[in-house]
């Protein structure tokens, strides 16, 4: 009798075995491989494929590192096709190595220590970073990655698993730090470039903007306090290569006035620049800049033998190029050109930005004075 129950008693032990293992088998098939890759794409979940992706360098593989490969294959519908299409020729070709398609079904060893263990490998690939200038100091991080990518001799990071990337680029130079974020997607190829554009950045950067304007403004000032000190040369404060043979000049010509003239008055009323021509460039290891602005003066002349004032008043177009000194820290006045405007020129440009001035001060000088007053 007892006998006869250890007998049923391994009779049901074995069917439970065998249904285990058949249940094992069918989870080990390279079909449900598939499936959970296509579920995970279609529910943008890259937790069931966190230990199902193989690579054959160190990139890096976590939920955060899979998910943009799973964004992309959910927008690019035909790339997810293509890759379906080669994971099943493979099933059908019973074939499990490495391809040269992105994604492709492989053997990795044993499951449970009996059926064949099938992964994903996945082609990972590079970015070639260029187009920065020499003196720049590039670093490259992605979203996902919670290591630093590492950069060869050449430029190129990685490895990296493919996707549609978030890619922070951060440049550092002389003028300070520049950040740049791009999308890129990286598919298909073991290599995508990345080209940077640092000028464009440097234009673009809000605090570059800033002090190229206050540099403006700062000239545009002290027009006012040269024309009031005896057309001193020094009242220019931020201003590259003035020389004495220059002063030499300027006194010449006013001593040749100054007995004929009573007082000299001048206020700078502000500029409206045209940032549509506003620009930006690097060469031979220098930073310079083009920028255009209307520019107004309200200034009065009266001549020794007049009871009156005579209006010197006048509005140009002042064409401006600057140099940044990276002794001083600061972008000087290099060189600028006068345009008498005409008809409120500012008037026609799309892009600018208003450096009019409410109530300027008045400066002032006359023969009597050691210098400027207001």
Known sequence: MKRKWLYILIASLACVIIAILVTLQQLSKPDKVVQTFDEAIAEESSEPLNDMLVVDDD???NNDSIQPMLEYL????SSHQVIKD???EQIEKDNFSATSQQISLVEDGKKWGIYPDYKLHVNTAFIKVSGQNENDEVNLQMEGLENTIEENDDGVYGPILPGDHQVALTIQNNLGSLT???QIDIWGNDQVSLIIDTDKLVKEDETIQRDIMAALDTFNS?????TTSEFDLSTFTNVAGVMESDQMMV???F????EHIDEIQSQYEGAIVNLEDFDISYFNGNW???VPAFVSYDEKIKLKEEDTFDDASYQSVRLYELTYDEDANEWLIADFVDTPAIDNEYQDWENTQDMMIEDPPVLKWNRTDEGTTI
């Open 86 to 88: 080669g994971l099943n």
């Open 255 to 258: 001593e040749m006035l100054r």
């Open 59 to 61: 990139a890096e593989i």
């Open 251 to 253: 006194d010449s010509e």
């Open 74 to 77: 959910k927008k690019n519908n």
């Open 180 to 182: 740049d974020e791009r």
């Open 288 to 290: 310079t800049a083009e």
């Open 222 to 226: 002290d027009m006012s306090k040269w």
